[in-house]
T-cell receptor, first 111, second 114 residues
């Protein structure tokens, strides 16, 4: 498959463990945040989003946490599976502007 | 199936030979955009379009052209490709005309310019 990045931060976890992937954003006026998953050879795929009036949002096996004080966003994946291996990156929207994308983190799940 | 399609998926070409990468979406989305993805640089926007016949430069527009004659299509044109345009390209669309909400991505086009 395609390599989407050769110099990405990496996270390696054991199957069944929980994963936490972090993202720092620069613009304090950002009001909308998205996490994307990009598998090798594929385009980015939406996972979950959160608006700035919330601190936490849960989906299926995933939770996004937003800390506006320190401009930090995290994605928690419960009971990580081999199929979760991918590059994960955040996107944020400064109010009234277009989405800005972070660089990403390579998650590797070891069986 | 709702999707964004790109063609070709892989392309190897030589410097200066004009090429077009097509992008089409079947979701009646207002907004379409082209990105390039390079190691260590993440996704960078090339051009975007908020509606038919409306296109604007993104962060790295040099060496590229686009057109939006129909709502569903947004081709990326490289008039005279150069090796520094070797990259992985993604087309994306969004229902919101400003592109500020969730974007749906195509599968990518790997371009190599020799």
């Amino acid at each position: 498959g395609e390599s989407v990045g050769l110099h990405l931060p990496t996270l390696s976890v054991q199957e069944g463990d929980n994963s936490i992937i972090n993202c720092a954003y620069s613009n304090s006026a950002s009001d909308y945040f998205i996490w994307y998953k990009q598998e090798s050879g594929k385009g980015p795929q939406f996972i979950i989003d959160i608006r700035s009036n919330m601190d936490k949002r849960q989906g299926q096996r995933v939770t996004v946490l937003l800390n506006k004080t320190v401009k930090h966003l995290s994605l928690q994946i419960a009971a990580t599976q081999p199929g979760d291996s991918a590059v994960y990156f955040c996107a944020f929207r400064p109010s009234g502007s277009r989405l800005t994308f972070g660089e990403g983190t390579q998650l590797t799940v070891n069986p | 199936e709702a999707q964004v399609t790109q063609n070709p998926r892989y392309l190897i070409t030589v410097t200066g030979k004009k090429l077009t990468v097509t992008c089409s979406q079947n979701m009646n989305h207002e907004y379409m955009s082209w990105y390039r993805q390079d190691p260590g640089l993440g996704l960078r926007q090339i051009y975007y379009s908020m509606n038919v016949e409306v296109t604007d430069k993104g962060d790295v527009p040099e060496g590229y052209k686009v057109s939006r004659k129909e709502k569903r299509n947004f081709p990326l044109i490289l008039e005279s490709p150069s090796p520094n345009q070797t990259s992985l390209y993604f087309c994306a669309s969004s229902p919101d005309g400003t592109g500020s909400d969730e974007q749906y991505f195509g599968p990518g086009t790997r371009l190599t310019v020799t």
